[in-house]
């Protein structure tokens, strides 16, 4: 998608002549082809989106409050609106009394894992489906899209019965291997080199000699590297936030961040603000990443979103 | 094929490029023109093979083996023991109330949950397609539900639900409405939980459709807008038309999470009722029942069955989306 409107801004110049644009819109050319649907926001569609801004926080916010105050404050009526003094006695006690370190630690594991490998091998098969000649290839990705439509819940009883064998029951790696690459990476690597990579430069890779690994080391690997790290942040969030199969395989002794937040719900702890606590806490890792990141994850989105 | 690799890369890293150098001879230059052709021809399938490799381990296997368990009886504390009972389990699947009841279930709140989550990320992407300040803002904003695990998001939801001290009752209660019971009523705990389920995923989708809008060709606005369309007739005569398989897109992925719906609804239900989805079985969907009868009851194979039922609801969408696509095509 971004060499895609980088090409439609590039046409954008030969298209300006012949149409007659209002001064006013002028000076800001980059804009031009966007002139017939491209309306500026008026004062209705800033408050709808600032509606919808706040119902998109609210929740968050409200954790926050919740965590922040004590279990009394939080059973009354009127609920509070403002934070309290307790925020972080808080999330230390949930720290602790919650599991939520160990859960953290475990779900830092599990998604650094994941999203790694699923960076790895979504690039090489990527790369292959992009660039490379070889039998089947279509047919292949065909494959890899219609895997996208098989739910994993479906095999849920034979995976626990084969994890169980492995004795991996209660162990990270019953967590992991399932998920090691995923369609949706595959195809998103191939979508972006398909555009972004030269058939060129692999050409003149071959000319030299270069075998594919090194044509795949030095020419894809510099030019992957956005998709690469927003593929990596995207997978990252799905596995960190990723909650039935963990919560079949794994239990309160071993547990990943949502796993130990079912436990919170489950009438052991009475404290509501210490449970409000836990929840803040297994979002805190996500929303900072959203916080410094969140121009390159809304545009991985996009861009994965875009298929022919 | 996962050999080839190390051996092409040994091959012509040692011997350079292979046509000019010809010092080792003719069979140095055949070795390499060999490991060559093998490095063209079969690197690709070992690039392409961890994908297929853990698929095939973990999705398709596991899917398969399903529908042979489906037909034993297996219990949990003995995984190894498969008892043979044929159709058993799909017969007294059949009888059980309980399936029908999450079978219904899973329609209803997978109807609640996606109509209005699809509608709204539409009206959304249309008023992030604005050109204006802090887009960025906005966009990252919507987002921020996306970020939150099932879990957090349940947990604050089930809060904002609560019957006596929760904000949507107090708030209810500023206008004059009665507290609702949200969770032990049908009807409110199934739109509570769907409110969960379109809290996560507007903005999602509602990206997914302005990447789309996006791409839409400018002329087309320009032409619309020339046959003098009103902006609402070019949202639904341009816009609508343009994201059309975006919007299929996202039919897809919100359908198969429906069927799939399940820790939202475990998370709603706070504590022992969570896995039975309510004192009633109110809010109980397909994935609560698979679980319940494997994990609780301890019988795998009636688990197995559940999932194949899952399976055939999915199926069963599918071609009733067609069908509609077909018949709607018949008729425009």
Redesign the interface.
Known sequence: MTTQSLRVRTDAPAARPPEEAPPARGRRPLFRQRAGRQHHAGPLAYTLLAIAAIVSIFPLYWTMVAASTDNTRVSQSPPPFLPGPNLFSNLARAWDEAAMGKAMANSLIVAGVIALSTVLFATLAGFAFAKLRFRGRNFLLMLVIATMMVPPQLGVVPLFMMMSELGWQQQLPAVIFPTLVSAVGVFFMRQYLSEALPDELVEAGRVDGAHSLRIFWSIVLPIARPPMAVLFMITFVHAWNDFFWPFVVLDMTNPTVPVALTQLSAGYIRDQSLIMAGALLGTLPLLAMFIVFGRQIVSGIMQGAVKG | MATS?PN??A???SS???PESGDDGRAGRRRSALL?RL???G???A??A???I??AA??????I??SW?SLHR?ELST?DFMEWVALDNYIALWSDERFWNALGNTVTIGVISTVPQLLMAL??AH??????RAS?????????????????????????FER????I??AL?TVGIDPVNWEADKWPAQIAISTIVI?RWT??NA??Y???M???P?????AA?IDGAS?WK?FTQ??VPGIR??IV?TI?LST?GA??L??EP??FG???N?VTGGADNQYQTL?LL??EE??KNYQ?GR??TV??A??LL?VLAFLAQRLIKRLRARTS
């Open positions: 690799t092409a890369q091959g012509t890293g350079g490029p292979p060559h490095d063209v021809k690197v690709p399938y690039f392409v961890p994908f297929f853990v698929f973990f999705s398709f296997y596991p899917l083996y399903t368990i297996v995984l009206g959304l008023l992030l397609n604005y050109r204006m960025l803002f906005f966009r990252v904003a919507s987002l921020v539900p996306y970020a939150t695990s099932v879990g957090a998001a349940a947990l604050v939801f089930t809060m904002l006596d001290f929760g904000m009752n107090w209660g809290w903005g999602y990206l997914l302005l990447a789309a996006q791409a839409i400018a002329d087309r606005y320009e807008a902006r070019q341009v816009t398989s975006t897109f897809v198969i069927t799939q399940f820790g475990l998370i706070q504590g022992p969570g994935g698979l679980y494997g994990w795998m688990s197995a999932a194949w899952m399976f999915l």
